[in-house]
């Protein structure tokens, strides 16, 4: 039994705001994006992700479109400091991006950020602290007056460090970190204080971030709170009023739309809902929403596939097959009356008509996926289920997209038999897709070494009945396997690599290795899999991408 919350939790009730004016409008334009996947969503990971893989998330989120990107918080650990030295030194920041660093209000942590951004074409050094009662009573120990003067001495500090490097140009963003918990006419003092002491002009605007650290309330309440700062702020004119709001409740994304309408100009996230606890706004999903709804929303989700398969390599986490706009299944139906209805509804469809098609709404060509998975996913839904037999009876745990691809096969079985498939048949319908010799390239053997600190490998193959030996090179044994492809007129690239270890089957046998590679597929064709098993590991790695060549050259 759940205690009784009347007496345990204090609600936070709408403002007095009686003539709010949210309510009756329309978001008209996208906002000012930033992304913060590289400092808040990294720190809120298992294991922080290591300089490689911030650089390539870095690159992807470049690729997105963002324009303001924070790397990292730099007087935090040696490793983020020399993350944002690589950036600058090794010009990796494109001429319309600009990065964003992260401090607390304390001088030696400030001077560290600043250093940290010696000779960067443009920077924003953002500068946190909390405001709110609990917070100045239970963690800082410090009245209002001092919280205030923290804030205004390391504005003023910044705004000195800054000024001996005038070649950079430099912005300034403060954050009233646990903003929604702060009495509304102390947020506004600090924040008046903070623009005064860094002299903010229209040209040289103040970021002033109002976020949701912690969601407490209903959406609406946060959209009342940010449109009365936004109505009494002093120098609004000077001021960009942006939200970063967080996903306790689960409504982010409501709350930043109502905050957009409230008056805010810019919307810090990650991709995907990433960040502490329950995560911050997904900016995935603020952006398609917006698109949804007629909005250009400047950043180019187009390929989401590959963005999706980025962050996964980048982070660790998984995109769950129910993710708005990204998710394997979200343009599935399972439901027979649904995949009726949109079946008809392709039917009505019209090139270049508004899109009206029942329980889709969303084109999933706008984010690069195709239609067929509306269709043959439904039937994977029969009696059994396709993977959970090659899982319960073989050991062999399936990728979700090789499950929507082999239901296929599968389907097309019981459509030519009319009967009711079991496993030993789904069984031998798997071994005849993606285990056997047939097509042109049969592997026989390999032998791999490490050359000048990239890997060589030798690969003997049978190729149209005749024994071939290819060698590539490579930062990886597979990557090394790819390019002796090439070498027979085979270019394959590789959108998704999973291995398994494979337990010992119902039916006997040791374990072994099962390895999944996913090939991008030619001329906009659908991707195809490969599957190899084997005692050796990279063996069944090389089995895998043979058979998704042969596959694809079927």
């Known amino acids: ?52 893989r911030k650089l390539s998330l870095f690159e992807t989120l470049c690729g997105i479109g963002f324009k303001q990107i924070e790397v990292a918080f730099p007087s935090a650990s040696q490793t983020d400091f020399d993350f944002v030295r690589q ?9 319309d991006v600009t990065i964003e660093v992260l401090s607390h209000a304390r001088a030696p ?78 947020a506004l003092e600090v924040a008046d204080a903070v623009v005064e ?22 959406p609406n309440v946060y959209a009342d709170q940010i449109e009365w700062m936004h109505r009494r702020i002093a120098r609004r004119d000077s001021v960009v009023l942006s939200v970063h709001p967080h996903n306790d409740r689960g409504t982010a994304v409501a709350a930043a739309e109502l905050a957009l309408m409230a008056g805010a100009e810019r919307v810090e996230g990650c991709l995907f809902g990433n960040g502490e606890r ?34 996964e390599a980048c982070t660790g ?46 084109d999933p060509a706008d984010v690069g996926r195709g239609y067929d998975a509306v269709i043959r996913v439904n039937s994977q839904s029969g009696k059994g289920g396709i993977a959970h037999l090659l899982e319960s009876h073989y050991g062999i745990v399936l990728p979700r997209r090789l499950q929507v691809e082999f239901a296929q096969v599968v389907q097309q079985q019981a459509d030519a038999g009319g009967g009711e498939i079991g496993h030993a048949q789904i069984w031998r319908l798997f071994n005849a897709t993606y ?11 390999h032998r791999l070494a490490e050359i000048d600190g990239n890997q060589r490998i030798e690969l003997e193959l049978q190729w149209h009945g005749a024994t071939r030996c290819v ?36 039916h006997g046998g040791d374990a072994r290795a099962c390895a999944f590679v996913e090939l991008a597929g030619p001329d906009g064709q659908p991707p195809r899999y490969g599957v190899g098993i084997d005692d050796n590991l990279l063996t069944a790695s090389i089995k895998a991408l043979i058979s998704g060549v042969n596959r694809s050259a079927e």
């Open 1 to 52: 039994m759940l205690a009784n919350p009347s007496v345990k939790y204090r609600p936070f009730p709408p403002l007095a705001l009686p003539d709010r004016q949210w309510p009756n409008r329309a978001i008209a334009h996208a906002p000012i994006w930033m992304s913060t996947d590289l400092r808040d969503g990294n720190q809120a990971l298992f294991e922080p992700m290591n300089a490689a």
């Open 435 to 445: 285990l056997t010799d047939a097509g042109p390239l049969r592997y026989l053997g």
């Open 471 to 506: 060698a590539g090179d490579g930062n990886g044994p597979l990557d090394a396997a790819v390019a002796a492809l090439a070498v027979l007129d085979y270019a394959v690239t590789i959108r998704n690599y999973e291995e398994r270890s494979l337990g010992p089957s119902r």
């Open 109 to 186: 942590l400030l001077r560290r950020t600043v250093e940290s951004l010696r000779g960067a074409r443009s920077a924003i050094v953002h500068i946190v602290n909390a405001t709110s009662q609990p917070f100045r009573e239970l963690v800082l120990g410090m009245s209002k007056a001092q919280v205030l003067a923290m804030a205004v001495d390391a504005v003023r500090l910044v705004k000195e460090l800054t000024a001996v490097q005038p070649a950079t140009d430099w912005q300034l963003q403060y954050s009233l970190e646990t903003f929604t918990a702060t009495e509304l006419d102390y």
């Open 87 to 95: 950036l600058i030194s090794e010009q990796r920041v494109p001429d």
């Open 278 to 311: 329950t995560g911050n706004v997904d900016l995935v999903t603020l952006a398609l929403n917006l698109y949804t709804q007629g909005i250009a929303p400047g950043l180019d989700f187009s390929d989401i596939d590959a963005v999706a398969r980025s962050f």
């Open 317 to 362: 986490l998984s995109v769950p097959p129910r993710q708005p706009y990204a998710g394997d299944l979200v343009f599935t139906a399972f439901s027979g009356s649904h995949q009726d209805a949109i079946k008809k509804g392709f039917a009505a469809q019209t090139a270049g008509g508004l899109w009206n098609v029942p329980y889709l709404p969303f």
């Open 197 to 218: 002491a860094w002299g903010a002009t229209p040209e040289n605007k103040l970021i002033l971030n109002l976020p949701s650290s912690v969601e407490h309330a209903t």
